[in-house]
């Protein structure tokens, strides 16, 4: 099979972004950001992906899709969104970070994360080391936003990590990013990224994929 066509295997049967899944139209505006924000956050715990992304559209459902409203939430308003998603086992603590992340939004950035980007200059390795400075986001977690947001972020391109690249040669795929991001258009990217990760963590999803 060649390249071109395991591509366009891959992003049939896997090609949705995480943010996507959990209802996020992202654009380069505060609150798309702050809800990838928030997405970024459920998704570095030990909890599988599809519970996050279903927390993540819960917190908007229950009025917490900004970082004004998810201050003005109390603390067990947050928890019950988290358990209605079935995010129990973090549930508390998460609750705990993301009043706190939602805090450091407005006092670092005045509630709009396009300034974290011009604090860090456009500067990829900036923005990482800016994004660690939230409340459960760890360096893995700095992957997960700026894999999310290379759409709107050119800078942040190519952002595939190491599990996605691993997969990659897996499936027949460079495992090069450069050589990986110019199979197809900058603005898929990021969808590409997360096919890439669906099928590192799904064995029969890949097994498709190679089969396909």
């Not at 996507?20 to 702050?34: K, N």
């Not at 409203?69 to 603390?75: K, L």
């Not at 900058?186 to 990224?193: D, N």
Request: hydrophobic share 45%.
């Amino acid at each position: 099979m060649s390249r071109d066509t395991t591509v366009r295997v891959l992003l049939e049967r896997a090609g949705r972004t995480y943010a996507a899944d959990a209802g996020i139209h992202l654009a380069d505006t505060p609150a798309p950001l702050y809800r990838l924000l928030v997405l970024t956050v459920l998704l570095s715990t030990r909890i599988s992906a599809d519970i996050a992304v279903a927390a993540a559209a819960e917190l908007v459902r229950s009025g917490m899709g900004t970082p004004e409203r998810m201050r003005a939430a109390t603390w067990q308003q947050r928890v019950d969104a988290l358990g209605r998603a079935h995010y129990k086992r973090y549930d508390e603590s998460t609750a705990t970070a993301l009043g706190e992340g939602a805090e450091l939004v407005r006092t670092e950035y005045r509630d709009d994360l396009r300034r974290l980007r011009g604090r860090a200059e456009q500067n990829p390795e900036r923005v990482r080391e800016l994004l660690t400075a939230f409340p459960r986001i760890g360096p893995v977690g700095a992957e997960i936003f700026c894999r999310e947001a290379q759409d709107l972020w050119p800078e942040l391109r190519p952002t595939l990590d190491g599990k996605a690249l691993d997969d990659a040669r897996a499936i027949g795929l460079p495992d090069d990013a450069d050589e990986l991001a110019a199979l197809v258009p900058p603005k898929q990217l990021a969808t590409l990224a997360s096919a890439l990760v669906r099928v590192a963590l799904d064995d029969d999803l890949a097994e498709e994929v190679r089969a396909a």
